[in-house]
């Protein structure tokens, strides 16, 4: 096979800053060990996340400049709107300027105390914005989606006999809505078979509770289903993606993802007065329902993204450079969750670094280190991330300890991806001299943003 190249040109470049291993020792160091307060400048090749961070094309950037700004039934809100409509096939369509303001409009209405919201796995957005209502955001995996060893096609996929169970055990008359993740972020990014949708489908209509999608990666789901699935290699991705979406009542979706813009969002649904009540919602927080927090020109640029997001090339590309890098780091006997996800690697900080324990961050040690020996920024998902503690203040570490290396859309070359695990391997191969961490300081909630850390000498 040939090697699989970029789909696109390259008109117009931004520059990466180098530095030196020396700069960057005291550049973490001031940043308290959390990447997440290093300035973006001082980062040479960024994989901290895949939200927000696509490069835009030619026609995206033309959209920018063909915006409609009216305030009211912008013609840019009806290329949106249609596409979207095309897409998913769901009625109302009613833009936001991020996922978690779909999530929260969404929640807002049909959430409460004693409601319980069931999904794969909750992205941490949708969890906090069912939890704020006073809600249960209730995860049921698939039991090979929590083992980052296990190579399977659909480790995103829901357990279908537990959402039965858990239906019958809670009452339908409690469950407002059932939710699957495609891909699923935090799951590591693991696809949802066609199969798994309908099966969750048919619970979900036995019980009559609506069905939602939230498909901020629906277009990398759908390569993953025409790749994997049996009966999907002749569809087009289009076609794939539209039946994945007939089996929903709604849908919630980050444009920042699969629309390859910098922001945009939308909540998509059938249920005609729910819609209403949403739009109500929207215009106190968001804006007028033609336009809804975003401003004409981003609409033009979801609309455009959300086509060339579904070109086979693009996406055979955007798979291919994830598992080649994941190909890589296997071949070098570096851990990481198999087999790799549709928009990043995620390093198993467990097995990399054993002799590290949970209470001193294995994560944020790999972390760290990728910065200071290459530059490159990643985010700890373990310990730092979803940590909890128990009464005496005892740690209570999560399942698994990770490290993200999301890859932001069209952004970066095969060269840089090499590079990239260059560094990996740099650090696997002195992991016995890689040290824990200690937190200095911490926020009450979501403290990996701002904690402070403290190597542990
Ligand atoms: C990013 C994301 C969201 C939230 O979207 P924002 O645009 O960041 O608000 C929700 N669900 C999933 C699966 C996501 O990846």
Known sequence: ??????????????????????????????????????????????????????????????????????????????RFEETVKKITGLKYIIPTHQGRAAEKILFSVVGGKGKFIPNNTHFDTTRANVEFTGAEAVDLLNEAGKHPEIRADFKGNMDVKK???????TGRENIPLCMITVTNNSGGGQPVSMQNIKDVKQVCKKFDIPLFIDACRFAENAYFIKRREPGYSNKSVLEIAQEMFSYADGATMSAKKD?????????????????????????????????????????????????????????????????YLGEKLVASGVPIIEPPGGHAIYLDAKRFLPNIPSENFPGQAIVCELY????????????VMFGKYDDNGKLIPPPMELVRLAIPRRVYTQSHIDYVFEIILEVFNKRKALKGYKIVYEAPMLRHFTAQFEPII
């Open 1 to 78: 096979m040939k090697t699989i190249i970029e789909p696109f040109k390259i008109k117009s470049v931004e520059p990466i800053r180098f530095t030196t291993k020396e700069e960057r020792i005291k550049l973490i160091k001031d940043a308290g060990y959390n990447p997440f307060m290093l300035h973006a400048d001082d980062v040479l090749i960024d994989l901290l996340t895949d939200s927000g961070t696509s490069a835009m094309s030619s026609k995206q950037w033309a959209g920018i400049m063909d915006g409609d700004e009216s305030y009211a039934g912008s013609k840019s809100f009806y």
């Open 163 to 169: 959402l039965e169970e858990f239906i019958i055990k």
């Open 259 to 323: 629309a390859l813009v910098n922001i945009g969002g939308f909540l998509a649904l059938n249920d005609e007065n729910i819609a209403q009540q949403c739009r109500n919602l929207l215009i106190v927080t968001e804006g007028f329902p033609t336009y809804g927090g975003l401003a004409g020109r981003d609409l033009e640029a979801v609309a455009q993204g959300l086509e060339e997001i579904l070109d086979e090339h693009y996406l055979q590309y955007r798979i291919r450079s994830i598992e």
């Open 372 to 383: 200071i020996e290459g530059g490159i920024r990643s985010v700890e998902i373990g310990s």
